[in-house]
């Protein structure tokens, strides 16, 4: 029978975060993501040269409503963001995703130097990479983000996110402190070639961008997440420079927000036991997202993370 393979015109860039000693940061390794030449693990199309990356969310203030088995996990520490991220990386993460909610002005409303005391903390704490993530407030994150991103200067970061309609001051922060930086759309191929020509416009390059599509939990739009992801991968591997960009993938905030990952067996017996059924459906959902194209998934539960982990080595067994 014929081998028919699609033949793509070009490849995914690749995007290294985090600097070692002698690359002028303080981290112990980096972390390479993108450069896949077809579709996840069609090694027959082409290659598939960096398996996909495993960051862990740690906040900058302890969370609220977090379910049982995230604070099985975390509840000893989570008043600790530095003591948080040592755990992570114990857990597995070979990256860490700090999530500034603290500063919004509808929670903490922390301020530019106490934040950016925390992102010290952060960095003196573990070796890896980190992707440090804005509060989502447009007038707030302008305050704040550029101290953060002086405060790393040097680190490589990943930071993010820039949207539509404010972009201009993370990316001067980041072509300032040399970060890499995240593109934000909601859903959208159209919005999210916007945001990288804008982003691009001001020098910054497309290869330093990694996108950030929004995504869905399962049972909660991961069908649209997925076809709108797969369809951004496949122009990008047909020569669309505006979206040849890898792929940032919220998995743990997405799933542990629905009923079905963070609800009590007492309110849905048949579902089972949540400890079992919370870490699953989260690794469900990154296993779904990596299928479309996802290279760096930001995950919660550890068993998530390992059930994850043992999914990519047997995929990417030769």
């Known amino acids: 029978m014929e081998n028919i393979a699609e033949k793509w015109t070009t490849k995914v860039n690749t995007v290294t975060i985090g600097a070692t000693k002698a690359q002028g940061g303080t981290r112990e390794k980096t972390v390479t993501i993108g450069g896949s030449s077809t579709l996840p693990y069609l090694n027959f199309e082409g290659s598939w040269p960096n398996p996909p990356a495993i960051a862990i969310e740690v906040n900058d203030v302890a969370p609220n409503g977090w379910a049982e088995p995230l604070a099985d996990a975390y509840g000893d520490v989570w008043n600790d963001p530095a003591k948080w991220a040592k755990r992570a990386v114990e857990y597995g993460a070979e990256l860490i995703c700090l999530m500034l909610r603290g500063v919004h002005p509808d929670f903490e409303n922390r301020s530019a130097n106490e934040t950016a005391g925390v992102v010290k903390d952060v960095l003196n704490a573990v070796g890896v990479p980190l992707i440090i993530w804005g509060c989502g407030d447009f007038k707030k994150d302008n305050d704040v983000m550029p101290s953060v991103s002086e405060t790393a200067k040097g680190e490589n970061c990943l930071l993010g996110t820039a949207v539509e309609k404010n972009y201009k001051t993370l990316t ?55 076809s709108i992801m797969e369809r951004g991968r496949t122009a990008g591997l047909s020569g669309d420079r505006m979206l040849a960009q890898p792929v940032i993938c919220t998995v743990g905030p997405e799933t542990w927000r629905v009923k079905e990952a963070k609800a009590s067996a007492q309110e849905f017996p048949a579902w089972g036991d949540l400890k079992k059924r919370g870490p699953l459906w989260e690794a469900t959902c990154a296993a779904t997202l990596l299928q479309s194209g996802g290279e760096l998934m930001v995950m919660r539960h550890p068993e998530a993370v390992s059930s994850f982990k043992k999914l990519v080595a047997e995929l990417s067994a030769k």
Do not use: R, W
């Open 172 to 226: 001067a922060s980041c072509l300032a402190d040399g970060h890499k930086i995240i593109g934000e759309s909601p859903l959208d191929i159209n919005i999210a070639k916007q945001v990288n020509i804008l982003i691009s416009e001001m020098g910054f390059k497309l290869e330093d961008i990694v996108i950030f599509p929004a995504t869905g939990a399962l049972g909660y739009g991961m069908e649209y997440s997925y």
